[in-house]
């Protein structure tokens, strides 16, 4: 069975810090890893996903994300944080064995303060 | 929110009574996806479509079923709501199941008294 953590129920950082929300994942195969974002009364929108290729994937909001296979992790990052990034962020992962569907982290609430 | 409407955005019912919530895409997408979001939970798969009167089940479908007669339209009926079921229910779509990301509707926020 796959499986997502994402440890942090919540992280601060200061406007103008680096940000980094934290995702590990299981799976018996390979895996499409995927970030969300969803603000206040609104659905999720899509950030950014690992298929294959380059460890180091770019995405929407200047968000970017590492995978990283041996410590099975697909943290989300940002240089410089904004107010306006205060969101829910969700890590998701599928795995390639198989036909299965989408499973998705419990979620991180990234607060950006002034 | 990716051609995906949801409908009704809220609504309030009685423990006891069927509901159904609605999803419309305009996208043509094949795959359709319900789930419910619930504080500490994340978002958990209720059923899916991967095509026109294809379902099947996903990690929390007891209480639900759904139907999908048209590529557009894809619902969600809970035949006797329980208290349990208040959440916030979200539909999604995507072009395939795997490699492409899933698009997300506003969600329908479903209180169940």
């Known amino acids: 069975a796959q499986s997502v953590a994402q440890p942090e129920d919540q992280v601060n950082v200061a406007e103008g810090n680096p940000l980094t929300v934290k995702c590990t994942y299981s799976?018996?195969?390979?895996?499409?890893l995927f970030w969300y974002v969803q603000y206040p009364n609104r659905g999720l929108q899509f950030l950014l996903k690992y298929i294959t290729g380059d460890n180091l994937v770019k995405g929407s909001y200047g968000f970017e994300a590492e995978f990283n296979k041996s410590q099975t992790s697909f943290h989300l990052k940002k240089p410089s944080a904004l107010v306006s990034d205060s969101a829910l962020y969700f890590c998701a992962v599928r795995d390639l064995s198989g036909y299965s569907t989408l499973t998705f982290g419990k979620g991180t609430m990234l607060l950006v303060s002034p | 929110d990716a051609g995906i409407t949801q409908s009704p955005r809220h609504k309030v019912t009685e423990t006891g009574t069927p509901v159904t919530l609605r999803c419309h895409q305009t996208e043509n997408h094949r795959y359709m996806y319900w789930y419910r979001q619930d504080p500490g939970h994340g978002l958990r798969l209720i059923h899916y479509?991967?095509?026109?009167?294809?379902?099947d089940k996903g990690e929390v479908s007891d209480g639900y079923s759904v139907s999908r007669s048209k590529t557009e339209d894809f619902l969600l009926t809970l035949e006797s709501a329980t208290s349990s079921q208040t959440s916030v229910y979200f539909c999604?779509?995507?072009?395939?199941?795997?490699?492409?990301?899933?698009?997300f509707g506003p969600g329908t926020r479903l209180t169940v008294l």
């Open positions: 479509s991967y095509g026109v009167k294809d379902t």
């Open positions: 999604a779509i995507s072009e395939t199941a795997d490699r492409n990301e899933q698009f």
């Open positions: 799976v018996s195969g390979n895996p499409y």
